[in-house]
């Protein structure tokens, strides 16, 4: 009736195809859950890095000096309400054809971040680190203007000039 040789032609192809199948499934789920991990950390990393980016800063603007590729460039930074809300290079030697796209694109990527940490340009990667290591250095200054406004001593400075008010009068 049956050929026992013709069933193992069909069974054997269907059994690999099924187990080809299974190990697909299997393999497919195990990395899909490591992919999201991988991505649910990186938000966090992501989002940890926004909210410690700046923090407590005194509005005002901050002239600044990063290292580029031909020498120093000169930035304005300006801060508002916690935010960096322009950055004017006052001065760059860099190469227009190489560096321009970041001299014109990174600080618009900065205030959009509202951080210096952001990707360089490829192709002008000291030009992109000048700017953003003169950027980190605005973010220090203006944080530093910021805890020094609340301390102690501005407390006392006022309670004394008021005490010398009271005494005239």
Same mark, same amino acid.
């Given at each position: 009736?049956?050929?026992?040789?013709?069933?193992?032609?069909?069974?054997?192809?269907?059994?690999?195809?099924?187990?080809?199948?299974?190990?697909?499934?299997?393999?497919?789920?195990?990395?899909?859950?490591? !992919?999201? /991990?991988?991505? =649910? *950390?990186?938000?966090?990393?992501?989002?940890?890095?926004? @909210? %410690?980016?700046?923090?407590?800063? #005194?509005?005002?603007?901050?002239?600044?000096?990063?290292?580029?590729?031909?020498?120093?460039?000169?930035?304005?930074?300006?801060?508002?309400?916690?935010?960096i809300t322009a950055i004017d290079?006052?001065?760059?030697?860099?190469?227009?054809?190489?560096?321009?796209?970041?001299?014109?694109?990174?600080?618009?990527? !900065?205030? /959009?971040?509202? =951080? *210096?940490?952001?990707?360089?340009?490829?192709?002008?990667? @000291? %030009?992109?680190?000048?700017?953003? #290591?003169?950027?980190?250095?605005?973010?220090?200054?203006?944080?530093?203007?910021?805890?020094?406004?609340?301390?102690?001593?501005?407390?006392?400075?006022?309670?004394?000039?008021?005490?010398?008010d009271w005494e005239e009068g």
């Open positions: 009736m049956f050929n026992k040789k013709k069933l193992d032609h069909i069974w054997y192809p269907i059994l690999i195809v099924v187990a080809a199948i299974a190990l697909t499934f299997v393999g497919y789920h195990a990395g899909g859950a490591g !992919i999201q /991990e991988d991505e =649910s *950390a990186k938000n966090v990393a992501e989002t940890t890095e926004e @909210n %410690t980016a700046i923090d407590h800063v #005194e509005s005002g603007t901050y002239e600044v000096t990063g290292k580029g590729y031909n020498g120093d460039i000169v930035l304005s930074v300006t801060f508002k309400d916690n935010k290079i006052i001065e760059q030697d860099e190469t227009p054809d190489i560096a321009g796209d970041a001299l014109e694109g990174l600080p618009k990527d !900065i205030i /959009e971040a509202n =951080s *210096a940490d952001v990707d360089t340009y490829s192709g002008a990667t @000291n %030009t992109s680190n000048g700017i953003k #290591e003169a950027v980190k250095k605005a973010i220090e200054e203006a944080s530093s203007g910021a805890t020094e406004k609340g301390t102690p001593n501005d407390d006392t400075d006022a309670d004394s000039n008021a005490s010398e």
